[in-house]
Nanobody
Framework: QAQVVESGGGLVQPGGSLRLSCAASGFTLSNHVFSWHRQAPGKEREFLAL????????NYAASVKGRATISRDNAKNMVYLYMNNLKPEDTAVYYC???????????WGRGTQVTVSS
C-alpha cells in the first residue's frame, strides 16, 4: 500500500531549527514530485516547498524562502524539509505530498505537528 509518513515535528523555540522527514513506501519515488505543505488552526493548507522527481529543481513559498530547504533521497525513500529561524507563525501541522508525474494522483500523509513557542 502506497503511503507517506511524516515525522520530526515537536516543540521548538523561536529562532530554532528542525528537520521534518517524509518516509515513502509502496511506490517508486522517482515517478513522483514531492512537496511540503502546512495548515495552521483556522487557516487553509499552505504550500511551502516542492522538489522535482529527480531532485534537480526546487521551489519555495515566499513565507519560507531563505529559511527552508527541501531535499530527497530516492535510494532511501525519504524526503526532508529543513527549516531554520523558526517563528511562532510557523506553528502548524506539516504535511508531505507525493504527486505522480504521469497521472497527477496525490498521496498525502497524516501530518506532523510543529509548535514554535518559548
Amino acid at each position: 500500500q502506497a503511503q507517506v509518513v511524516e515525522s520530526g515535528g515537536g516543540l521548538v523555540q523561536p529562532g530554532g531549527s528542525l528537520r521534518l522527514s517524509c518516509a515513502a513506501s509502496g511506490f517508486t519515488l522517482s515517478n513522483h514530485v514531492f512537496s511540503w505543505h502546512r495548515q495552521a488552526p483556522g487557516k487553509e493548507r499552505e504550500f511551502l516547498a516542492l522538489i522535482t522527481s529527480g531532485g534537480g529543481s526546487t521551489n519555495y513559498a515566499a513565507s519560507v524562502k531563505g529559511r527552508a530547504t527541501i531535499s530527497r533521497d530516492n535510494a532511501k525513500n525519504m524526503v526532508y524539509l529543513y527549516m531554520n529561524n523558526l517563528k511562532p507563525e510557523d506553528t502548524a501541522v506539516y504535511y508531505c505530498n507525493a504527486r505522480r508525474t504521469t497521472s497527477g494522483t496525490d498521496l498525502w500523509g497524516r501530518g506532523t505537528q510543529v509548535t514554535v513557542s518559548s
